[in-house]
């Protein structure tokens, strides 16, 4: 609020009509009025706005008396620079024959001391004139046609917003901020800088470069800082950059000074980004370094980073190794012999033995042999370029030329200044051209630069790199990253991250309450990839792949089927080959001993065809092992279905034979006749051929074929026989199911017929295993997994086929081989002959 009132104070008594002793009315400044630093006299004027000292000590207010002048201290080398180059540009239009050839240019350099209040002083002056009376009326042109000034946003605001009712164009050479360029708010505004928009993103993206994804960020509380610093927050966040901390502090809060020093030594962040005026930018490196911190890696704009007032004997501890955007050099010939030698003879009349002119500014007479920072200007360019736009724009006004000079008789307007501005396009004396864009700002043009030791221990500001924003996409923002050097003179990159980069094989999981950057990486599950680094989710491997060890590569899953060179393969080959074997070996003794009792006593044809079915049932087994095709599908369960019920039946023919043969030995009994070798024959073709017709169906319909099961494994494919019709398959095993059944009731009714040797024992024996082997088999093939599924299978149809083979052959092939006196019709029907 006091500094509201303030401004009332200085405003409302500035200008007002007063009366003399014969009362006539004139226009006269109410106090003392505030007179330029610099000035001189032309045709045209031009005004300057600078913070030549930097410290104002406001006099006690006791509102008993009138208070005493500000008095401004300590003098900020950079500013007074920019007044000797706005003095020198002028000079050297003055002296130009092409620009403005008849017109002279005069000036009125203010100095506002840092301070929001002078800066509304030297504004109305600047407006107003230091004349104490002016006429009988207060409407009149300003007293400078155009403002150069000021350098910071802030004042450059109070500036704007007092003479923009006024329509006197302002042009800055460093108030960056983006609000600024509200061409509604400020229509009389232009800049020889660009807008921070550029440099804010610039800074995000330089962030994002270097891979900093966890920084803590510091703004000046003012105009600049503020603006700059949201315009980067957005830019960082979409950069994927997080924020550790926002802290902002204004160079009189000494409080919130100490407050953001504390925030900085507690926090993780390597790395800050300090949007500052270079007056904050002081504040803070004191107390930084009077806390001994140090070894961070400083991101700076261009307000501070090439700074001269930072560089201290304890500022490189500090901001050693700091990169930051900064305005270009001024490349100006004949600036620094001005500086250095013109303007001390000219303007300050200082030859070595007047000193008298002198006097009121000491302290800046102890600057005039101090060159240290001439060759170090930036700034100074724009200022150039701000006092060129300006006497460009009046040359078109007052339409000069070299031959005829300019029309004098032309009343030049500040509003007419503003007009040939928006349209000012020339190229000075260095080969730069200057135009203003439709915010009245200049194209961003930036260099990087990098605190660095020199060869002889001195500080410098070296160029790294640059920003273009004039340039095509893609060569905007070019970097000499071998070049920089880090804090503490090393040469590896800084990290600053909240969590270290998830490796490929791992998936962000971000940490509850905190940024999207701090995270945990957390493995991929199984059958799901990350092939890059800091992926935010896992992907899933196409349906015939899976993932690897490390999660990272999607590999062909493995195929699973019963391969003949595996152990289990192996084995059920010799087992089928060794039952193939003893079934030959069994068929070559009968058929040695064909014409014995105890091969002919119960049909010796049969016996040979159920040993050349259990051969096919044995080797019938070998097309359930190797890769599963189309053909093999359909074979293996029809070979297995038929050669099986070509078995039982024949089995079955022999138990029919055994009950009609002992049927026949009753008295008037013909039963053998119905059942003769002919219908035996018969009924095992005529048993054979119904599972034919099954087996001719199922493949008809919907026959077998080769299935990836994806859905047992998740990491390997079954590739197996898919049924095709589940009812076919169970048809086929159900039909040797019956006959098997009907063969056992046969088999256990005939048991207790009398012989010495009655086969139907052994058939009923062997039934029973066929039958038991059998249904053990449905329970396991449903809950065995892949190829033991078809090991089950294959066992089961070995199983049965020993089981057979066993129990009919092998008691004959023990009496015909071991015990012949045995085999005799005489001992065969030795029961019935004890009966």
């Known amino acids: 609020m006091s500094h509201v009132i303030t401004l009332l104070v200085f405003m409302g008594p500035l200008l007002?009509?007063?009366?003399?002793?014969?009362?006539?009315?004139?226009?006269?400044?109410?106090?003392?009025?505030?007179?330029?630093?610099?000035?001189?006299?032309?045709?045209?004027?031009?005004?300057?706005?600078?913070?030549?000292?930097?410290?104002?000590?406001?006099?006690?207010?006791?509102?008993?008396?009138?208070?005493?002048?500000?008095?401004?201290?300590?003098?900020?080398?950079?500013?007074?620079?920019?007044?000797?180059?706005?003095?020198?540009?002028?000079?050297?239009?003055?002296?130009?024959?092409?620009?403005?050839?008849?017109?002279?240019?005069?000036?009125?350099?203010y100095d506002n001391c840092g301070s929001t209040f002078t800066s509304m002083r030297a504004v109305m002056a600047l407006m107003n004139g230091d004349e104490r009376a002016v006429g009988k009326s207060c409407s009149g042109q300003s007293a400078v046609h155009a403002i150069i000034g000021e350098?910071?946003?802030?004042?450059?605001?109070?500036?704007?917003?007092?003479?923009?009712?006024?329509?006197?164009?302002?042009?800055?050479?460093?108030?960056?901020?983006?609000?600024l360029s509200k061409r509604k708010e400020y229509p009389s505004f232009f800049r020889t800088i660009a807008s921070d928009l550029y440099q804010s993103r610039a800074l995000a993206q330089l962030v994002k470069h270097f891979g900093w994804t966890w920084v803590g960020a510091i703004n000046s509380d003012s105009d600049y800082g503020n603006n700059g610093m949201a315009i980067f927050l957005a830019a960082a966040q979409e950069e994927g950059v997080c924020v550790?901390?926002?802290?902002?502090?204004?160079?009189?809060?000494?409080?919130?000074?100490?407050?953001?020093?504390?925030?900085?030594?507690?926090?993780?962040?390597?790395?800050?980004?300090?949007?500052?005026?270079?007056?904050?930018?002081?504040?803070?490196?004191?107390?930084?370094?009077?806390?001994?911190?140090?070894?961070?890696?400083?991101?700076?704009?261009?307000?501070?980073?090439?700074?001269?007032?930072?560089?201290?004997?304890?500022?490189?501890?500090?901001?050693?190794?700091?990169?930051?955007?900064?305005?270009?050099?001024?490349?100006?010939?004949?600036?620094?012999?001005?500086?250095?030698?013109?303007?001390?003879?000219?303007?300050?009349?200082?030859?070595?033995?007047?000193?008298?002119?002198?006097?009121?500014?000491?302290?800046?007479?102890?600057?005039?042999?101090?060159?240290?920072?001439?060759?170090?200007?930036?700034?100074?360019?724009?200022?150039?370029k701000a006092i060129y736009a300006v006497a460009h724009s009046l040359h078109s006004i007052l339409k000069c030329s070299k031959s005829q000079g300019c029309e004098n008789t032309v009343n030049v307007t500040p509003w007419q200044v503003v007009e040939s501005l928006k349209q000012v396009h020339f190229?000075?004396?260095?080969?730069?051209?200057?135009?203003?864009?439709?915010?009245?700002?200049?194209?961003?043009?930036?260099?990087?630069?990098?605190?660095?030791?020199?060869?002889?221990?001195?500080?410098?500001?070296?160029?790294?790199?640059?920003?273009?924003?004039?340039?095509?996409?893609?060569?905007?923002?070019?970097?000499?990253?071998?070049?920089i050097v880090w804090p503490r003179g090393k040469t590896e990159l800084p990290v600053s991250v909240c969590s270290e980069s998830c490796h490929p094989g791992t998936h962000k999981v971000l940490q509850k309450g905190k940024p999207v950057c701090c995270y945990d990486c957390i493995p991929c599950a199984e059958g799901e990839i990350s092939n890059s680094t800091d992926s935010n989710d896992c992907h899933k491997c196409p349906e015939e792949y899976w993932s690897n060890e490390n999660r990272d590569t999607c590999i062909p899953k493995n195929v699973e089927f019963l391969y003949f060179t595996e152990v289990m393969g192996i084995l059920l080959v010799f087992f089928t080959l060794f039952g193939v074997l003893l079934t030959f070996i069994i068929a070559t003794v009968f058929l040695i001993n064909k014409d014995t009792p105890i091969v002919r006593a119960n049909n010796s044809e049969l016996s040979f065809l159920l040993l050349f079915s259990l051969t096919l049932c044995f080797l019938c087994s070998l097309t359930f092992i190797g890769?599963?095709?189309?053909?093999?599908?359909?074979?293996?369960?029809?070979?297995?279905?038929?050669?099986?019920?070509?078995?039982?039946?024949?089995?079955?023919?022999?138990?029919?034979?055994?009950?009609?043969?002992?049927?026949?030995?009753l008295p008037g009994s013909n039963m053998m006749k119905w059942f003769g070798s002919a219908q035996q024959r018969l009924s095992v073709l005529s048993f054979t051929l119904i599972q034919v017709i099954i087996c001719i169906l199922w493949l008809t319909i919907n026959p077998p074929f080769p299935f990836k099961n994806m859905n047992h494994y998740k990491d390997k494919i079954i590739l197996e026989c898919a049924l095709g019709s589940p009812v076919g398959f169970w048809a086929v095993l159900g039909y040797i199911g019956l006959l098997a059944v009907l063969c056992f009731l046969l088999a256990f009714l005939a048991r207790k017929l009398p012989d010495n040797f009655n086969e139907a024992k052994f058939i009923t024996f062997s039934m029973l295993i066929f039958c038991a082997v059998w249904i053990t088999f449905i329970p396991a093939y449903v809950s065995s997994p892949g190829k033991f599924t078809v090991a089950v299978e294959i066992f089961a149809i070995l199983a049965s086929s020993y089981g057979l083979l066993f129990c009919i052959f092998a008691p004959k092939c023990f009496i015909i081989v071991l015990k012949p006196e045995l085999n005799t019709k005489k001992h065969l029907m030795g029961k019935t002959e004890s009966n």
């Open 16 to 109: 007002a009509f007063g009366s003399s002793e014969d009362e006539t009315p004139i226009c006269q400044i109410l106090g003392s009025p505030e007179f330029p630093l610099l000035s001189k006299e032309g045709v045209v004027m031009i005004g300057g706005a600078f913070s030549i000292h930097s410290k104002i000590t406001q006099p006690p207010l006791s509102f008993t008396e009138k208070p005493t002048r500000l008095t401004c201290s300590s003098v900020n080398l950079r500013e007074f620079r920019f007044a000797q180059t706005m003095i020198f540009a002028i000079e050297e239009i003055n002296k130009s024959e092409f620009l403005l050839p008849n017109i002279s240019i005069g000036y009125r350099i």
């Open 151 to 179: 350098s910071e946003s802030s004042s450059t605001i109070v500036l704007s917003r007092t003479t923009g009712p006024f329509k006197i164009p302002v042009i800055s050479h460093s108030a960056t901020c983006e609000c």
């Open 244 to 384: 550790e901390y926002t802290e902002k502090f204004h160079r009189t809060e000494p409080e919130k000074l100490m407050k953001v020093v504390e925030v900085i030594r507690k926090s993780t962040a390597r790395v800050i980004v300090g949007f500052l005026a270079h007056v904050e930018m002081n504040n803070l490196l004191e107390q930084l370094s009077l806390h001994n911190i140090t070894g961070l890696q400083f991101i700076g704009v261009e307000a501070w980073i090439t700074a001269d007032s930072l560089v201290t004997p304890t500022s490189f501890s500090v901001l050693g190794g700091s990169l930051g955007f900064a305005v270009q050099k001024a490349n100006i010939s004949g600036l620094e012999d001005f500086l250095m030698k013109d303007f001390w003879e000219t303007e300050f009349n200082c030859k070595e033995k007047t000193e008298t002119p002198c006097k009121e500014n000491q302290d800046l007479m102890e600057l005039k042999d101090y060159d240290d920072d001439v060759t170090e200007l930036r700034y100074s360019s724009n200022i150039y």
């Open 427 to 483: 190229t000075i004396k260095n080969g730069e051209q200057v135009w203003f864009d439709n915010t009245g700002a200049a194209v961003a043009r930036y260099e990087v630069v990098n605190w660095q030791r020199g060869s002889d221990d001195s500080v410098q500001f070296k160029p790294v790199g640059y920003y273009d924003a004039s340039l095509p996409l893609g060569q905007k923002f070019v970097l000499k990253t071998e070049d």
């Open 627 to 665: 890769r599963p095709s189309e053909w093999s599908c359909m074979l293996r369960h029809t070979a297995f279905g038929i050669t099986f019920v070509l078995c039982i039946s024949c089995v079955l023919g022999k138990t029919v034979v055994v009950l009609m043969a002992f049927r026949a030995t």
